[in-house]
């Protein structure tokens, strides 16, 4: 009678899970052995000031929430305490974490998941090297202003000399008349 509250609430749990798998883009599993109180309210905090869902969940229902999702390629990461952070942007849940693993040394990253594809631990910390999303937005929006740009200078260059040719001309009419 006792299994049966217990059995319910991990099948909730699975499906939590596998419904943050379905919905992020980015997936990192961490190993947070080690992590004091204080250490572990602080990454908690970042995570959840970032919009990131961040929870330790049993390997188990991990797994068999990534079978329902069919994700198969996790299964060797799944071993020791897992912590699991849900992000929809994979340059900001890796920096988070690689400047927190800077500063406590503690907790590692197992491997990512970035889709579908399984990505380790030190592709997520090259994760963490990229400009964030917005940044990148950015040099791409000026990638595609530059030329704009350009072709205006240029316009502006052409109307100034037509305008001066025109001057020139008039004031040459100006002289021959008078």
């Known amino acids: 009678m006792d299994k049966k509250p217990q059995r319910l609430q991990k099948e909730a749990e699975v499906a939590e899970l596998k419904k943050l798998f379905?919905?992020?883009e980015t997936v990192i599993l961490t190993?947070?052995?080690g992590l004091n109180v204080?250490?572990?309210?602080?990454?908690?905090?970042?995570?959840r000031k970032a919009g990131i869902d961040y929870r330790v969940a049993k390997n188990t229902l991990i797994?068999?929430?990534?079978?329902?999702?069919?994700?198969?390629?996790?299964?060797e990461y799944l071993n020791n305490p897992t912590a699991v952070a849900f992000a929809k942007d994979p340059?900001?849940?890796?920096k988070i974490f690689s400047s927190f693993i800077k500063e406590n040394k503690m907790t590692e990253i197992k491997a990512g998941l970035l889709g579908k594809t399984v990505i380790k631990a030190s592709q997520v910390e090259d994760l963490a090297k990229l400009p964030t999303?917005?940044?990148?937005l950015a040099q791409v929006a000026g990638a595609f202003q530059a030329p704009m740009a350009s072709f205006?200078?240029?316009?502006?260059?052409?109307?100034?000399?037509?305008?001066?040719v025109v001057d020139k001309v008039?004031?040459?009419?100006?002289?021959?008349?008078?």
């Open 63 to 75: 797994k068999i929430a990534c079978d329902q999702n069919g994700i198969n390629d996790l299964d």
């Open 133 to 136: 999303r917005e940044v990148l």
């Open 170 to 178: 008039r004031e040459q009419k100006e002289e021959a008349t008078a």
């Open 38 to 47: 204080a250490q572990d309210v602080q990454l908690r905090a970042q995570m």
């Open 91 to 94: 340059v900001e849940v890796a």
């Open 31 to 33: 190993n947070y052995r």
């Open 152 to 164: 205006a200078g240029c316009a502006a260059a052409m109307l100034r000399q037509l305008v001066t």
């Open 22 to 24: 379905n919905e992020s």
